[in-house]
């Protein structure tokens, strides 16, 4: 306010010197009283333009004041005891307007995408949540009580729409903490994936980069307090470290990708912007109760299952992580385990039939999750939902992810059984987890309970009251990033683990271990010299 007073009084003293020095000299000129009365007549226009000069800066200095105070009102809703100082204080999230080719065109064609992604048009439906489920089997599992068919990449469309819904939404970049972009990455990469050159898949990326650095939101940061979704595993969108110099597109690897964070359904960990969020599961509640509810029913239902996987075999795995034919051979000799086989295609009856899924989890106690085509998997959090602990083999599957949803201390929520273990020294999971004793699990059980909210994505027509889903556990997580970044640390997503989690059970030799050629001449070879 000092500011706008004194330049509003500069250009007054300015000008009224302006004029004195005027008006002297046509004094000296006219000489004596007929001079006077010229000089008086001449004056008279810089004296009008004084006082209009002053009116301005005057409506300047009114226009500046006034306007700082509007850009004090925000799009914030503090109903319901809200504390009475700023219950948004830093947690202002602006969302970018962007126009509908980035996003709402990118669906638009939804039944372009079916040759290879499946019925997209019924995936998009519902604010991304897919087509309602009806489950005649024990009508639990319906949309009334907040289940659909949802993709696991439907998170574009989902995490968008949830967005509309927070609660601390600003109209004005200055103040927002953070500036969400709600632009449809996954969706963009299902279109052009297929038969398409690698300048055509980046192009609405780099469109969209052009679009953003143009805004003066961009240049606030240079876009490191900017995020988006982009629902699919980090390796789709980073092209340049892929094997297949033909897989996806290079969002990370752009400059402006790389100032953001992006939040994926897989990090590739390689130090960079993309955190991993959960999958999308099938369960999508509309109210605190509805959680409340769902948790209670979880807790006391009966377990008839030692353990389940559910998923195909994946042969071409890298072999690193390659476990899973292990398992599927250790599941089907026991018959302490459930297993719902699975083919690749979508048409697959049992693994897309979330009613047949949901059920088994929620009758195991122990669900397995091996790698596949990726360390990551959906069904993870699906089992966790149905209270089924995780049992892990490799640490990137979660351990190394999930940084923001998953607690740190990995045990207390899951079981880790190394691939090695598995592979090479032929550990028996089922030994491995009969060994684990029944209070045990019982707390294990109550923690992923607890973890059931983290995992979840609320209907995005509603709004959860007081628990937080997995949106506002990663929006919290953006906006500790961006206040990192401002005090001048360095971020980045590379989860802060050295080491695997210690392996607390006994490993035990599995009789069920999958046979190679090899080994079935080498064990001939020992039994003929200890016959001999």
């Given amino acids: 306010m000092q ?17 004195a020095k005027g008006g002297g000299a046509q004094w000296r000129r006219a000489g004596g009283a007929k001079g006077a009365e010229k000089a008086a007549a001449n004056a008279l226009p810089p004296l009008q333009l004084l006082a209009i000069l002053a009116v301005i800066a005057w409506t300047l200095f ?78 639990v599992i319906t949309s009334e009580a907040g289940w659909y068919g949802t993709h696991q990449f439907a998170l574009d469309a989902i995490f968008h729409n949830r967005m509309k819904q927070y609660k601390c ?27 398409y050159d690698n300048a055509t898949r980046d192009a609405t990326f780099v469109d969209l980069a052009q679009w953003l650095m143009a805004r003066p939101q961009w240049r606030q940061m240079w876009g490191r307090d900017h995020f988006l979704v982009a629902g699919r595993t980090g390796c789709d969108f980073r092209r340049s470290n892929n094997v297949d110099p033909d897989w996806g597109n290079d969002l990370l690897a752009m400059p402006a ?56 075999p994946r ?41 047949d899924i949901m059920r088994l989890f929620q ?58 273990d598995v592979r090479l020294r032929n550990v028996s999971i089922e030994a491995v987890l009969r060994a684990i004793p029944p209070a045990t699990v019982e707390r294990m059980r109550e923690e992923v309970i607890k ?31 961006v206040a990192r970044i401002k005090k001048g640390e360095y971020v980045d997503s590379g989860r802060p683990v050295s080491e695997d989690p210690p392996y607390l059970y006994a490993s035990t030799e599995s009789r069920f271990r999958p046979k190679s050629v090899v080994s079935r001449i080498m064990t001939r070879l020992k039994q003929w010299i200890e016959g001999s």
């Fill in 3 to 19: 500011l706008s007073v004194g330049v509003a009084n500069f250009i007054a003293q300015l000008l009224s010197k302006s004029a």
């Fill in 62 to 139: 009114l226009y500046v004041q006034f306007s700082v105070l509007s850009a004090a009102v925000e799009v914030v809703d503090v109903s319901d005891g809200a504390d009475s100082a700023d219950p948004c204080r830093g947690r202002y999230v602006y969302v970018h307007d962007l126009p509908p080719r980035f996003n709402a065109d990118i669906i638009r064609d939804c039944r372009k995408y079916e040759d290879h992604w499946g019925d997209m048009c019924g995936v998009i439906s519902n604010a991304g949540l897919g087509r309602p489920l009806v489950d005649r089997a024990d009508g």
């Fill in 169 to 195: 939404l600003t109209n004005h970049s200055a103040m927002a903490n953070a500036v969400f972009v709600p632009f449809y990455a996954g969706f963009d990469f299902a279109r052009y994936h297929w038969g």
């Fill in 257 to 312: 990708g790389r100032n953001m964070s992006v939040l994926v359904l897989e990090s590739t960990l390689l130090h960079g912007s993309d955190y991993s969020v959960p999958y999308p599961t099938y369960f999508h509640p509309r109210s605190d109760a509805d959680v409340l509810r769902w948790q209670d029913q979880v807790r006391g239902q009966r377990r008839a299952w030692l353990m389940a996987f559910v998923g195909a």
């Fill in 315 to 355: 042969p071409d795995t890298p072999v690193n992580i390659r476990v899973r034919d292990h398992v599927i051979a250790q599941c089907k000799a026991s018959s302490a385990c459930a297993m719902l086989g699975c083919a690749r295609s979508p048409g697959s009856p049992q693994c897309h039939a979330p009613g």
């Fill in 363 to 420: 009758k195991t106690s122990f669900c397995l999750q091996p790698p596949g085509d990726s360390c990551t998997r959906r069904s993870v959090f699906d089992s966790m939902v149905a209270v089924c602990i995780p049992v892990f083999f490799h640490t990137a599957t979660a351990y190394k992810q999930y940084r923001w949803h998953l607690p740190e201390d990995h045990l207390n929520y899951s079981v880790y059984i190394p691939v090695a």
């Fill in 451 to 481: 973890l059931i909210p983290r995992v979840l994505y609320a209907d995005p027509r509603s709004r959860l009251e007081t628990i937080k889903d997995a949106v506002d556990i990663a929006v919290e997580g953006v906006l500790d990033t």
